[in-house]
């Protein structure tokens, strides 16, 4: 029992009193976004607040339970749990029903449904834990490093394939523990990178310019930003990014200039071609100098876009009238 009483004094309770407001403001929250005149109380259990009691309630419960177990029984199961639930999300993959373009959900009843891609986050927390804490793991090795990178993929795959984009877009956050750990912060800033890519394209997915969607057009636009800044910051090479920032300000004149002029401008081929002539430039500077850092930027820049453009033909195959669920297919 002496264990018990110190896992409880262990308790942050700082962390748990931030959780509990931010249940609270999410509980108040859905009551006024299905307020309803005739059943105003945030109470009634045949609402959507009233239902979401219940779930706090039972998380609580879940919460004091888990306090009770031996910590060492998660690190001891920790792959199991994590393989347990890859073999859920594929299920889920397989048997589920699409709830609003999405194929992440087990409907238990008609009033319960469960999102296996939530619990796959702290599965995927638990084993990369486990992992870290074997004998003599060094992070910055590279066959742990891409062990890790594995268990993080993994899952993000699966759900992306379910068309849930955004629940995978979270599992970026272990990037942050990555850094923390050693990871060069470069990786860091890609991973940051993707998320304003993503933000981006969601955000303007709907918005059309000079023929191309606005959100890519913006996208490729902050890739050749950000190669410029590799270039400056982690290759040091200010010749080079200084004749890259003349390129691209030249080509926005120019392409400014036939734009006044009306002159249809195909901007997508446009801007794909300034980051093609980009890397080939790239490429002939290295072999002149050697430097390893400047392939590292064309790398950078190719992954970039491959984020953004090889599902563009599955975006097609997505539906159609629900752009966001569109363009969640494309990333």
């Not at 607040?49 to 177990?69: D, E, P, Y």
Request: glycine share 4%; aromatic share 16%.
């Amino acid at each position: 029992m002496a264990r018990n009483d110190s896992a409880w004094k262990s308790i942050d309770k700082l962390t748990v009193f931030l959780y509990v407001v931010l249940v609270f403001l999410g509980w108040v929250s859905i009551y006024a976004a299905s307020y309803d005149y005739d059943q105003a109380s945030i109470f009634d259990f045949a609402e959507r607040s009233g239902k979401q009691l219940v779930w706090i309630g039972l998380s609580f419960v879940l919460a004091s339970v888990i306090m009770l177990i031996d910590s060492r029984m998660f690190e001891t199961y920790a792959y199991l749990i994590y393989i347990a639930f890859i073999a859920l999300l594929l299920f889920t993959l397989v048997v589920a029903d699409e709830v609003k373009g999405s194929r992440s959900w087990l409907t238990i009843t008609e009033s319960i449904r469960l999102q296996p891609a939530e619990f796959a986050k702290f599965a995927t927390a638990l084993a990369i834990a486990k992992m870290f804490n074997g004998y003599n793991f060094k992070f910055t090795q590279p066959s742990n490093f891409f062990k890790v990178v594995g268990l993080i993929i993994l899952p993000m795959l699966i759900i992306v394939m379910q068309q849930e984009t955004g629940s995978a877009l979270v599992y970026l956050s272990f990037i942050l523990m990555m850094y923390r750990e050693g990871m060069t912060g470069l990786v860091l800033c890609g991973g940051i990178c993707a998320v304003i890519y993503f933000v981006l394209g969601i955000k303007f997915s709907t918005d059309m310019w000079m023929g191309a969607p606005l959100g890519d057009s913006i996208v490729l636009i902050i890739i050749c930003a950000v190669l410029v800044g590799v270039i400056y910051f982690f290759a040091r090479n200010r010749t080079v990014a200084r004749n890259l920032s003349i390129f691209y300000i030249a080509m926005a004149v120019i392409t400014a200039i036939l734009i006044a002029c009306h002159v249809e401008v195909p901007m997508m081929y446009v801007l794909l071609g300034i980051i093609a002539v980009s890397l080939l430039y790239l490429l002939v500077v290295y072999f002149y100098t050697f430097s390893s850092r400047i392939l590292v930027a064309v790398a950078v820049t190719i992954v970039s876009v491959v984020f953004l453009y090889p599902a563009i033909w599955y975006s097609i195959s997505c539906n159609p009238t629900n752009a966001r669920v569109s363009r969640c297919c494309w990333v």
